[in-house]
């Protein structure tokens, strides 16, 4: 029988009757006359309150008791979701990340996929088993429980779907599919039918936290399809694939945005060889994350060098980055929060100029100020100021003419 295998985020499985409409949902993908696997996330909020929880009774609990708890969430959703399926009559049984496989590095908290060995999930299958799999985790060599990042459980349903060579991974949520924009922020946002892989990847990784950006990117590695739709009803969603480059591609498919982000400038850095490597190197001992890079054009043997990353991340680097300053004989740092980026994508852009001006003057008419500039072969991305990012977003999907009536 062809394989499917379907996975329903946290808000889809968010309370008991929700539960019982996945249950349903799985069993008539079954009737239908598939075999399925079906991947689940804990229930709406439950990491959040574990994470809360944790922090309660440690001020830095470590990262492998976090990937301990963290996992309980999954793992109360298998259970729940085998119990609905059982008392709607039809067989399945619940795996956990380990039962179901995936094996993983050591790096608790964001663990990569090393391995999967989906043999149970094969022999449960063939004893016509529907198999619920808990997402967003996997164990070690040594046994070790992880977990694979925020929003991991697209990660492992895409992971799986490759392994077992699935016919279509379905990616259940509570929007019908991938939109030109977050449809809670921009609501003339339109869903698009099938977007490609590297336009999702740009999206993903730039604030559009419909898909996790790793599965995407497994998913192009390993080119697995998948469609993004609703678990609430039964509309066809967004198919996600490799799309050949043709006339007919739009230069610009959608827009992210990604908030709470913050911008360090380094003033009067000596413009010589190895100042800007010191500073990059201590954040990246640090494992900062850093995003948009902007150096100035030397004055006088100087140059000033701005940078962002995320808003909760800036404690982090406390005086270390003062203490650098000082040793490469560099000015003040200046930090500052309450930043957000807006991302402009589209893989036409590799053959269309005129974006950047497009985008330039939409925010500029509507008196946006733009902080910084990054861009990439498929992307345009602005730093401004954070209050005014839902309404930049707005502006640059008008310019676009992204609506659904445009
Ligand atoms: P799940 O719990 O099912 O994994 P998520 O909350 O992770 O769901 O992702 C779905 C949410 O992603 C939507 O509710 C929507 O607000 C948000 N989102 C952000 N950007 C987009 C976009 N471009 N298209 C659709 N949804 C988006
Ligand atoms: N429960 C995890 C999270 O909230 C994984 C997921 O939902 O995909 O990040
Ligand atoms: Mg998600």
Same mark, same amino acid.
């Given at each position: 029988?062809?394989?499917?295998?379907?996975?329903?985020?946290?808000?889809?499985?968010?309370?008991?009757?929700?539960?019982?409409?996945?249950?349903?949902?799985?069993?008539?993908?079954?009737?239908?006359?598939?075999?399925?696997?079906?991947?689940?996330?804990?229930?709406?909020?439950?990491?959040?309150?574990?994470?809360?929880?944790?922090?309660?009774?440690?001020?830095?609990?470590?990262?492998?008791?976090? &990937?301990?708890?963290?996992?309980?969430?999954?793992?109360?959703?298998?259970?729940?979701?085998?119990?609905?399926?059982?008392?709607?009559?039809?067989?399945?049984?619940?795996?956990?990340?380990?039962?179901?496989?995936?094996?993983?590095?050591?790096?608790?908290?964001?663990?990569?996929?090393?391995?999967?060995?989906?043999?149970?999930?094969?022999?449960?299958?063939?004893?016509?088993?529907?198999?619920?799999?808990?997402?967003?985790?996997?164990?070690?060599?040594?046994?070790?429980?992880?977990?694979?990042?925020?929003?991991?459980?697209?990660?492992?349903?895409?992971?799986?779907?490759?392994?077992?060579?699935?016919?279509?991974?379905?990616?259940?949520?509570?929007?019908?599919?991938?939109?030109?924009? &977050?449809?809670?922020?921009?609501?003339?946002?339109?869903?698009?039918?099938?977007?490609?892989?590297?336009?999702?990847?740009?999206?993903?990784?730039?604030?559009?936290?419909?898909?996790?950006?790793?599965?995407?990117?497994?998913?192009?590695?390993?080119?697995?399809?998948?469609?993004?739709?609703?678990?609430?009803?039964?509309?066809?969603?967004?198919?996600?694939?490799?799309?050949?480059?043709?006339?007919?591609?739009?230069?610009?498919?959608?827009?992210?945005?990604?908030?709470?982000?913050?911008?360090?400038?380094?003033?009067?850095?000596?413009?010589?060889?190895?100042?800007?490597?010191?500073?990059?190197?201590?954040?990246?001992?640090?494992?900062?994350?850093? !995003?948009?890079?902007?150096?100035?054009?030397?004055?006088?043997?100087?140059? !000033?060098?701005?940078?962002?990353?995320?808003?909760?991340?800036?404690?982090?680097?406390?005086?270390?980055?003062?203490?650098?300053?000082?040793?490469?004989?560099?000015?003040?740092?200046?930090?500052?929060?309450?930043?957000?980026?807006?991302?402009?994508?589209?893989?036409?852009?590799?053959?269309?100029?005129?974006?950047?001006?497009?985008?330039?003057?939409?925010?500029?008419?509507?008196?946006?100020?733009?902080?910084?500039?990054?861009?990439?072969?498929?992307?345009?991305?602005?730093?401004? &100021?954070?209050?005014?990012?839902?309404?930049?977003?707005?502006?640059?999907?008008?310019?676009?003419?992204?609506?659904?009536?445009?």
């Amino acid at each position: 029988m062809p394989l499917i295998v379907q996975k329903y985020g946290g808000t889809s499985v968010g309370n008991p009757e929700r539960i019982l409409n996945v249950a349903r949902r799985v069993i008539e993908t079954q009737q239908a006359g598939h075999s399925v696997v079906a991947v689940v996330s804990a229930m709406s909020g439950v990491t959040d309150s574990l994470i809360k929880l944790a922090r309660q009774v440690a001020d830095k609990p470590t990262d492998r008791e976090m &990937d301990v708890l963290l996992a309980t969430g999954e793992q109360t959703t298998i259970a729940l979701l085998a119990m609905a399926i059982h008392s709607l009559g039809s067989k399945a049984i619940s795996l956990t990340g380990a039962q179901a496989g995936i094996l993983t590095d050591g790096i608790h908290t964001k663990a990569k996929i090393a391995n999967i060995s989906p043999r149970q999930i094969r022999k449960y299958l063939n004893e016509g088993y529907i198999c619920i799999v808990a997402g967003f985790q996997g164990q070690t060599l040594q046994g070790h429980i992880t977990t694979l990042g925020r929003g991991g459980s697209d990660l492992t349903a895409i992971a799986i779907a490759a392994a077992l060579k699935a016919k279509m991974c379905e990616i259940y949520t509570d929007v019908d599919g991938v939109y030109t924009c &977050d449809p809670r922020v921009v609501p003339e946002a339109r869903k698009l039918e099938t977007i490609d892989y590297d336009e999702l990847l740009e999206m993903a990784s730039s604030g559009s936290k419909v898909m996790q950006s790793r599965s995407v990117e497994f998913a192009k590695k390993f080119q697995v399809p998948f469609e993004v739709r609703s678990s609430f009803n039964t509309n066809r969603g967004t198919i996600v694939k490799e799309e050949p480059l043709g006339l007919e591609n739009v230069v610009v498919r959608g827009i992210s945005i990604e908030r709470n982000q913050a911008k360090v400038t380094i003033t009067n850095v000596p413009d010589k060889p190895g100042t800007a490597s010191r500073i990059f190197t201590t954040l990246a001992e640090a494992n900062v994350i850093i !995003d948009v890079i902007v150096q100035n054009v030397s004055m006088s043997g100087t140059t !000033d060098i701005s940078f962002t990353m995320n808003g909760d991340e800036l404690e982090k680097i406390g005086g270390m980055l003062d203490a650098v300053a000082r040793e490469i004989g560099a000015g003040e740092v200046k930090r500052q929060k309450g930043v957000a980026k807006l991302s402009v994508v589209g893989i036409g852009m590799r053959s269309h100029s005129g974006v950047a001006a497009k985008l330039f003057e939409c925010l500029g008419h509507g008196g946006v100020n733009i902080q910084m500039i990054s861009t990439s072969e498929i992307k345009i991305a602005v730093i401004l &100021d954070e209050v005014k990012i839902e309404s930049a977003a707005r502006l640059a999907h008008e310019a676009f003419g992204l609506s659904a009536d445009a």
